[in-house]
T-cell receptor, first 111, second 114 residues
């Protein structure tokens, strides 16, 4: 049973606009959340993370929001750029290194 | 730094054959792990290690063995390959200090079992 779910398999957005990726989880013991970005034929690369004691973390164009009561997190990319076209994975951990991943969302940024 | 390296990049096996997927990292990370990625399922943890001589099972360990004799290397062994093991395999490493859980992934090995 998947504990981390990304219900949107794909997202298409115009260059310069905001991309919003969503992730839901079921395990209330998760206390560390990460987003990874993956290009074809490459391994995932770490993008941004947030611990459960925060509700927002920002790094340049990327912001992650965490709503613990709803067991929901989201990744905002503003503004979206063509190089952001990739698969984005949400992952969660119970204060260790064993990550549970979502199925991924493929983002396509249109010129 | 080369980061996390994996060999081979591609492999085709017949059912019942054995092979070892190699993984090495040069970042002196204590933690190393193996994941498999299947369509529509994200990445699933196979085995992990928190240091040389210490390994443990992840979510989908059946059919796979690991060992960790050095900090740098973490090979994954398939003893008798099955078509269900057709997947893309990723090795990852991370530091266990500072309460930071980011992991660095290798480029992957695409395995096909016929």
């Amino acid at each position: 049973d998947q504990q981390v779910k990304q219900n949107s398999p794909s997202l298409s957005v115009q260059e310069g606009r905001i991309s919003i990726l969503n992730c839901d989880y079921t395990n209330s013991m998760f206390d560390y959340f990460l987003w990874y970005k993956k290009y074809p034929a490459e391994g995932p690369t770490f993008l941004i993370s947030i611990s459960s004691i925060k509700d927002k973390n920002e790094d340049g164009r990327f912001t992650v929001f965490l709503n613990k009561s709803a067991k929901h997190l989201s990744l905002h990319i503003v503004p979206s750029q063509p190089g952001d076209s990739a698969v984005y994975f949400c992952a969660a951990s119970t204060n260790d290194y064993k990550l549970s991943f979502g199925a991924g969302t493929t983002v396509t940024v249109r010129a | 730094n080369a980061g996390v390296t994996q060999t081979p990049k591609f492999q085709v096996l017949k059912t019942g054959q054995s092979m070892t997927l190699q993984c090495a990292q040069d970042m002196n990370h204590e933690y190393m792990s193996w994941y498999r990625q299947d369509p529509g399922m994200g990445l699933r943890l196979i085995h992990y290690s928190v240091g040389a001589g210490i390994t443990d099972q992840g979510e989908v360990p059946n059919g796979y063995n690991v060992s960790r004799s050095t900090t740098e290397d973490f090979p994954l062994r398939l003893l008798s390959a099955a078509p269900s093991q057709t997947s893309v395999y990723f090795c990852a490493s991370g530091s266990t200090s500072g309460g930071i859980y980011e992991q660095y992934f290798g480029p992957g090995t695409r395995l096909t079992v016929t």
